[in-house]
T-cell receptor
Framework: SAVISQKPSRDICQRGTSLTIQCQVD?????MFWYRQQPGQSLTLIAT?????????ESGFVIDKFPISRPNLTFSTLTVSNMSPEDSSIYLC???????????FGPGTRLLVL | AQTVTQSQPEMSVQEAETVTLSCTYD???????LFWYKQPPSRQMILVIR??????QNATENRFSVNFQKAAKSFSLKISDSQLGDTAMYFC?????????FGAGTRLTVKP
């Protein structure tokens, strides 16, 4: 299994600003993903972070709002841009060794936008 | 598109008793994976158990076991000898080519 860390664990931000969330995996993985989770609710996939190419976004999520980087096989960042209170949520990073394998999750980043 | 349905928003069980959480899914795929994840109040998602669709034998992990009915597209989780630490949200998930979809979750409370 993979051990995943995220920074920051939580943050309070002003509307209009941007926040970059970091995700670090303790081993090389093929697949990395970013999810959003409202408290008490299920997970919604934002995008798949592809190493060496542009991320693949799910319907309703766009690169200008959620730019993602994946410079290598162990690290990815998600930026929440031009934040509004509606962006307040928990953002989770996950990783999988290969197609079909179990996804392991980071502890999440709790974001509050005022 | 794949969908995952958990019809029990909340459940409770007495410590040491057995509880079963339900999950159904809809897919036209033949090869896929099913998972149960646990999310305690600390919010770290933890894998509980995994089932490959091509395997007929139900997966087991200590006190956790599944009842996988492929024809019925059903994937329930049985927790035996429930412990207070089992209190958490439980999410059923379906994965095909790493396109993972989650159910709405079941909040399980284990009562002393």
């Amino acid at each position: 299994s993979a051990v995943i860390s995220q920074k920051p664990s939580r943050d309070i931000c002003q509307r209009g600003t941007s926040l970059t969330i970091q995700c670090q995996v303790d081993s090389q993985v093929t697949m990395m993903f970013w999810y959003r989770q409202q408290p008490g609710q299920s997970l919604t996939l934002i995008a798949t972070a592809n190493q060496g190419s542009e991320a693949t976004y799910e319907s309703g999520f766009v690169i200008d709002k959620f730019p993602i980087s994946r410079p290598n096989l162990t690290f990815s960042t998600l930026t929440v841009s031009n934040m509004s209170p509606e962006d307040s949520s928990i953002y989770l990073c996950s990783a999988a060794g290969s197609l079909g394998e179990t996804q392991y999750f980071g502890p999440g980043t709790r974001l509050l936008v005022l | 598109a794949q969908t995952v349905t958990q019809s029990q928003p909340e459940m409770s069980v007495q410590e040491a008793e057995t509880v079963t959480l339900s999950c159904t899914y809809d897919t036209s795929e033949n090869n896929y994976y099913l998972f149960w994840y646990k999310q305690p109040p600390s919010r770290q998602m933890i894998l509980v158990i995994r089932q490959e669709a091509y395997k007929q034998q139900n997966a087991t992990e200590n006190r956790f076991s599944v009842n996988f009915q492929k024809a019925a597209k059903s994937f329930s989780l049985k927790i035996s000898d429930s412990q207070l630490g089992d209190t958490a949200m439980y999410f059923c998930a379906f994965s095909n080519n790493n396109d993972m979809r989650f159910g709405a979750g079941t909040r399980l409370t284990v009562k002393p």
